[in-house]
Structure formats: C-alpha cells, structure tokens
C-alpha cells in the first residue's frame, strides 16, 4: 500500500500559508488605489515618484562597490585561511557572525563616533566621505554571508593541491588566486553578491543615520506617509529580493564539476 | 656514474618533535628515473614536497644541476609535479590545462598551441583540448596532468603516487606509457610509490625507504636480488623465512623439522643447538629433487592457489610455511592440501639478511 501524501502536503501548505496569505494580501491591496477597480495606479505612481528612481539608483550603486569590496577582502582572506592558517578557521568564522549579533545601530553609532567629522578620520566630513563609510558598513553587514558563501565555495575545490599544481608552474599568489581560485568559486562568489545585494536595497538603519538618500529610507518615508504606494513597494522590494535568490538558484547549476574518477 | 644532477644532503624534517625524514643522502644523474619506495608514512612524500619546494627541511640541501635550490619557492624551481588526484583545474579545458605554465612563462599563443598540441600527440589523446576535465576519464585526466607538468619543459618531473587513484589496469598501462615518454624525452624524474611491483617495473634506481630514513638504494634487480636488510626483503617481493636449529656447529649442520641439512656457512656466533632462521625468495624453491639443488626437504601441501599460468603452492614443514610457485604443466595434474611432497633449493640461494 502506498503511504498517505495527505499530510506532508498538508502541512507544507500550511506553512506556506504563513507566508503567502499576508503576501497574496498585500499584492490585492496594492491593486486597490482606484476605487472600485484592481488596477496598477500605485506601481505607476510609485515607478513616476523621481525619488524612487534617485534613491533605488544610489541603492544599487552602493551595493556594487559593497560586493567589489567584499569580494576582494572575503575571497583572498578564504583563501589564505584555508591554505596557510587553518586553524585559524573557527575564529575567523565567529569573527564573521558577529555582524548578525551586533545590531546595526550599535555598528553605526560606533562609525559616528569613530569617523565624525572632528575626529581625526572624517569619513562623515563629506558626502563622498560618507558614501564610502556606508559602503564599508554594508560590507560589514553582508560579511556572514559573503564569507559563508565563498568558504563553501572553496570546500568543493582542492584549494590546496590547485595551488601547489600552479605554484610548480611558476604562478606567484596573485596569478593563482585570479586565474585558479577566483575562477572556481566564482559562482559562489556570485551567489554572495546577490545577498549583499538584497541586504543594500531593503537596508534603513545606517542609510538612515549616517543620512544618505538610500532606497531603504525612502521606502520608510513613502510607508509612513501614503496608503498604496508601501504595498506596492513591498511587493517590489520582494521582487527585487526573490529575483536575486533565483538568480543564485539558478546559478549552482555552473558550480565547477567534479572530475575525481578511477578509470 | 655520470655527473650529478640531482643531490640531497643530510635531509632532515621535524614537524613539531615528530622526525618523519632522517638526514636523508642521495645524488642521481640526469634522465634517470628514481622511485622512492616504502611503506607509508615512511616520509617519502614529504621528500619530494621538499624538493618540490612546499615544504622546507628542517636541515640539510637539495641540488639540482649544482644549484642550491633548498630554499627557492616552488615557483623558481623550473620543476614539474603530477599528483595522485590529478590536480586539473576544473574552470580550464584541456588545452588551457596543458598550456597554463607556458603562459605564466609568457609564450606566445602560437607557439603556445603547437607545443600543447605537441602534447596531447606525445600523451595519445590528439584533438582532446577543448575537452573539460569531468569529461575525461581518471586515466586520460592524469595524462593530461603529465603533459600539463612537461610542457614547460621543466629540468625535473615528480610524481607523488600519480597511478593510485586509478583502477589495477589502467595502473599497469600508465606505468608504462609514463616510463615510455620519460625515456623518450630523457626527462630526470622521481617517483613515489608504496607499490613494489610499481617501483620495480620502471625504475632505473629505488630509494627503499623505512620510517624516515634509507634502507637501500639500487636498480630494481639488487634490491631485489641482493636486499640489504631484512627490511627490504619482505617489503620487496615475498620472502620465506625458516626457523631452523643448529645441530652442529663445527659442520654447518642445521635441523629443520627433523631433517638435517648442510649449509655453506652459518652466522658466526651459531653454537649447536641455537635457534636460527634462513631466509628464502619464493622463485628459489623447486617441488621435487632438481639437479644443482644440494638442499631437499619432505614437506606436505597445506595449499594449493592455481593462478592460471602459475601454481602457488604453500608447504608445511613442521611449523614452518614456505611460499613457492611452480609453473603449470598440462599433462599432470596440480598437487592437492595434505598431499606428502619433496621441495629443493640450492644453499647459495638462502639470502643472508642484516637486520
Ligand atoms: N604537515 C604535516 N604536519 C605534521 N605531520 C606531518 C605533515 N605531513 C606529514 N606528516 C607526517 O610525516 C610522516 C610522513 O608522511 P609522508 O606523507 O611523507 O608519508 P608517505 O611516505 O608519503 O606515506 P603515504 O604512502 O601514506 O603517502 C607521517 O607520519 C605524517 O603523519
Ligand atoms: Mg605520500
């Protein structure tokens, strides 16, 4: 006889439920600024509003630096942990939860403090100073991830043997981490972008404080202040944030391919 | 012997207070090819990491054609390396494989394509290079490695047990064809194997090697014709051994299970009635009384394993087992368990052993 599929399926849609109802509420909401009828006048409006366009656009330009920046701190860092400092490995790795520990505003109080534009690092003295510092901030917060990411990334490899096979050859330790190492955790290397990414967009706290026009303080702003519009941004937003998981779904299909074989 | 190319002094590597190679000596000539024998653990990878340049010695220095290299990097050493995993790297197809160090060299991509495909013609697998390595077979991955490590003509190859990741047959064929293109190009190379018949079969010398130090180093027929220890007896090929008492002194008389047989000589120190123990190759046995065979002994059969070509049969003497082979002959029927039977040698066959 076969097992029943009744309740595993019905729990997982009871899970599920949890999540989509107040989701599948939210979308019919957003649809409902013109009276009587379903229509899209609030992503109109929203997708017209000139401070979206600003605001997502700096958003997403501080997200790019945060992911160069992460990548050339995280992915050499992995790399020399691994190769020449493995039992440095557990204390780098609580070193790299502490921002989900830490909140965000204990992290940004601190940067005030440290970098204010009478200390000796004026980094806030100027909106570009301040543009950089938040970049940092963001790298800081991104950093569990990207450096869970990359870290799996290089267990699939033999980080080690690679290495030395490219040493013999000549390469010196940039050439192997650009063309060897870098190369093959690439995918992982992406799949910690896309979460930084998706952590830039929807950030408040330090965009807030450190008082730059980021797409997470607009996001406040709109949603204190209308009724539609904060529907249809937070479907959006979980758009943005879905399409970027997809994308590192999709991504682990070209993750490098094993080729340990006997025959 | 020709000109030194390749001398280790007095090597020695300590990790913590744990010596795993002790003040290791040996020098060979260029275009031989040396394995490095020996159980593991015995160090010998730890030996050619160290020429290889990953690991530093503790003390002593390795040469090659009179430089120093004990404390270049890996990448000055010009050397070349195949590893038992292979080692390709996944992200480059067969071609950027095999040219990788000819680009860090800085050649051309010209010339950089007809040297690969030199290559891939010299290894057998012509028109493979755009292949990946997950597309290619455990044995066709590791020739790519060797074409990938002689492709920038290093002044050396090394092999860190490059067949054992691979199934028996393809072993044996890859053995040969390794030794095949070391000859052919004339390429200095060392081989670490803790497979004697490996180290054998296509070695000119082999380093035996023992927890840390040498026990012997010679072509594959002395060491195993002529082993140096007790050591290199029984790790290198099988060896019998026969414990037998001394029944007289003065005659070089010993008993074994009852029989009384004359040797050419005993170990000095043998007074009648000490225990002592002869040592004997498999090969060296025959069944039956053979002419030139002054040793006969009567035995029983306590097994027979029939191996096609080769018989090999295990004979009781008292509580004493001997290994031999005999050939096997159509016309008679292989000996059967418990069957009485007569086996001989020749005294100047006994291998007398240091310990
Ligand atoms: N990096 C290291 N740190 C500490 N000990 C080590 C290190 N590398 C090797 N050893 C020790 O040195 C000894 C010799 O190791 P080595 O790898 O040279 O042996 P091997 O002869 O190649 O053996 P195998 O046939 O198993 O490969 C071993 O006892 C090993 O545990
Ligand atoms: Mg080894």
Redesign the interface.
């Known amino acids: 006889m076969k097992p029943s599929r009744f309740w595993p399926w019905f729990t997982l849609l009871l899970g599920a439920s949890y999540f989509i109802i107040p989701l599948i509420a939210t979308f019919e909401f957003s649809l409902r600024m013109r009276r009587g009828y379903y229509s899209f006048d609030a992503y109109l409006s929203v997708f017209s509003d000139p401070r979206f366009q600003a605001t997502f656009g700096y958003s997403v330009v501080i997200g790019i630096f945060a992911i160069i920046v992460g990548v050339l701190i995280v992915v050499p860092a992995v790399y020399f942990v691994r190769l020449r400092l493995p039992w440095l490995r557990p204390f780098v790795e609580f070193l790299t939860l502490l921002p989900l520990i830490i909140p965000a505003i204990v992290l940004v109080y601190g940067y005030i403090r440290l970098y204010n534009s009478s200390s000796l690092i004026p980094f806030t003295g100027s909106a570009l100073g301040t543009d950089v510092l938040l970049v940092f901030a963001y790298v800081t917060l991104a950093l569990p991830y990207m450096y869970r990411a990359v870290d799996t990334g290089m267990r699939t490899?033999?980080v080690q043997?690679?290495t030395?096979?490219?040493?013999?050859?000549?390469?010196?330790s940039a050439?192997i981490i650009a063309?060897?190492i870098l190369?093959?955790v690439?995918v992982a290397v992406l799949s910690g972008a896309f979460l930084t990414f998706a952590i830039v967009i929807g950030e408040f706290t330090i965009a807030s404080l450190l008082n730059r026009p980021a797409f997470g303080p607009y996001l406040q702003n709109i949603g204190a202040n209308r009724a539609y519009e904060p529907a249809a941004l937070a479907i959006i937003s979980f758009i943005i944030t879905w399409g970027a998981m997809g994308m590192i779904n999709l991504l682990a299909r070209f993750a490098?391919?094993?080729?340990?074989?006997?025959? | 012997m020709a000109a030194e190319f390749l001398r280790v002094e007095k090597l020695t590597k300590r990790f913590g207070n744990n010596t795993v190679v002790h003040g290791v000596d040996f020098a060979f000539a260029k275009g031989e090819f040396i394995s490095l024998l020996g159980p593991s653990g015995c160090g010998k990878t730890t030996i050619l990491r160290m020429i290889?340049?990953?690991e530093t010695p503790t003390s002593g220095s390795i040469e090659v054609e009179g430089q120093d290299i004990t404390h270049l990097?890996?990448?000055?050493?010009?050397?070349?390396?195949v590893?038992q995993?292979?080692?390709?790297?996944?992200?480059l197809n067969v071609g950027d494989n095999i040219g990788?160090?000819l680009k860090?060299?800085g050649m051309g991509r010209e010339e950089r394509r007809a040297r690969t495909d030199e290559m891939l013609r010299l290894i057998g697998l012509p028109g493979f290079e755009k292949r990946?390595?997950?597309e290619?077979?455990?044995?066709q991955?590791q020739r790519v490695?060797l074409a990938?490590?002689i492709a920038?003509r290093p002044r050396m190859l090394?092999l860190d047990e490059p067949l054992s990741?691979?199934?028996a047959k393809?072993r044996v064929s890859l053995r040969e064809e390794i030794r095949a293109i070391q000859l052919d190009l004339g390429i200095t190379t060392v081989f670490v194997t803790h497979d004697q018949e490996e180290a054998l079969s296509i070695s000119d010398r082999i380093v035996v090697m023992n927890a840390g130090h040498i026990e012997q180093l010679g072509a594959p027929h002395e060491v195993y014709n002529k082993p140096a220890t007790r050591f290199v007896a029984t790790f290198v090929g099988t060896l019998n051994t026969i414990e037998a008492s001394v029944a007289s002194a003065a005659n070089h008389q010993v008993t074994i299970d009852g029989q009384t047989v004359a040797l050419p000589s005993l170990p000095s120190g043998a007074v009648d009635g000490s225990a002592i123990s002869l040592t004997l190759r498999p090969e060296v046995l025959s069944v039956g009384n053979r002419p030139g065979n002054d040793i006969v002994l009567a035995g029983t059969v306590a097994d027979v394993t029939f191996l096609g070509s080769v018989i090999r049969l295990r004979v009781a003497l008292g509580q004493n087992t001997l290994s031999l082979d005999t050939f096997n002959d159509q016309r008679t029927a292989p000996p059967t368990r418990g069957e009485p039977v007569t086996i001989s040698l020749a005294s100047k066959d006994l291998l007398i052993l240091g310990e």
């Open positions: 490899i033999d043997t690679l030395e096979a490219a040493q013999i050859m000549g390469a010196n050439t063309r060897v190369p093959n690439l490098p391919r094993t080729s340990a074989r006997t025959d | 290889a340049g990953f990097k890996p990448n000055q050493r010009q050397l070349g390396m590893f995993a292979y080692a390709l790297f996944p992200n990788f160090g860090i060299a990946f390595p997950y290619m077979s455990g044995g991955q490695a990938r490590a920038p090394l990741a691979l199934d393809i």
